[in-house]
T-cell receptor, first 111, second 112 residues
Framework: GEDVEQSLFLSVREGDSSVINCTYT??????LYWYKQEPGAGLQLLTY?????DMKQDQRLTVLLNKKDKHLSLRIADTQTGDSAIYFC???????????FGTGTRLLVSP | ETGVTQTPRHLVMGMTNKKSLKCEQHLGHNAMYWYKQSAKKPLELMFV???????ENNSVPSRFSPECPNSSHLFLHLHTLQPEDSALYLC???????????FGPGTRLTVT
């Protein structure tokens, strides 16, 4: 079946850039997503990318997609303490109802 | 985010108890989902309801029983749970054909 993998933890200093990585196995993925989960809250969609794109930028967020290597990354510029959260990568190829999520990467931003 | 609400937020139950989790969406969506979130594991999709019909059941044990009485409400009925069922249970909703799912804050379930 499909599999999505992420590293479990990333620590950065405030003001630095953060890069969170994700690899997936399904070569027919059509949409790939980044969700953010703050403590005590549900998941919030940050951004998404279609599989026919290789980059998407949205304010401080940059998503890079390497379809050949099945690698997705999320870059957060000028990381703030409020960015501390768990970030989930997800993909789908069977329609928007069936998303396959990674384990999540916990980002800790220190002052 | 108050679009999707879940109650209770925390629940402790014994293995012989029966309880229910409730989810309500105020977004006018027509699809609703239950996910299980365990530590260090990927989010697991449990059930999907579209237009109040169950369209996905990911090999979930029968001790979990979903109910969708209308497009705004979703329940997860629990009975004879095991300690390994302790997790955060997340509800989500979406509009058919639209890529984004909106999540509730979750119910933290502890089975003793």
């Amino acid at each position: 079946g499909e599999d999505v993998e992420q590293s479990l933890f990333l620590s950065v200093r405030e003001g630095d850039s953060s890069v969170i990585n994700c690899t997936y196995t399904d070569s027919s993925s059509t949409y790939l997503y980044w969700y953010k989960q703050e403590p005590g809250a549900g998941l919030q969609l940050l951004t998404y990318i279609f599989s026919n794109m290789d980059m998407k930028q949205d304010q401080r967020l940059t998503v890079l997609l390497n379809k050949k290597d099945k690698h997705l990354s999320l870059r957060i510029a000028d990381t703030q303490t409020g960015d501390s959260a768990i970030y989930f990568c997800a993909e789908t190829n069977t329609g928007f109802q069936k998303l396959v999520f990674g384990t999540g990467t916990r980002l800790l931003v220190s002052p | 985010e108050t679009g999707v609400t879940q109650t209770p937020r925390h629940l402790v139950m014994g293995m012989t108890n029966k309880k229910s989790l409730k989810c309500e969406q105020h977004l006018g969506h027509n699809a609703m989902y239950w996910y299980k979130q365990s530590a260090k594991k990927p989010l697991e999709l449990m059930f999907v309801y579209s237009l109040e019909e169950r369209v996905e059941n990911n090999s979930v044990p029968s001790r979990f029983s979903p109910e969708c009485p209308n497009s705004s409400h979703l329940f997860l009925h629990l009975h004879t749970l095991q300690p390994e069922d302790s997790a955060l249970y997340l509800c989500a909703s979406s509009q058919d054909g639209v890529y984004e799912q909106y999540f509730g804050p979750g119910t933290r379930l502890t089975v003793t």
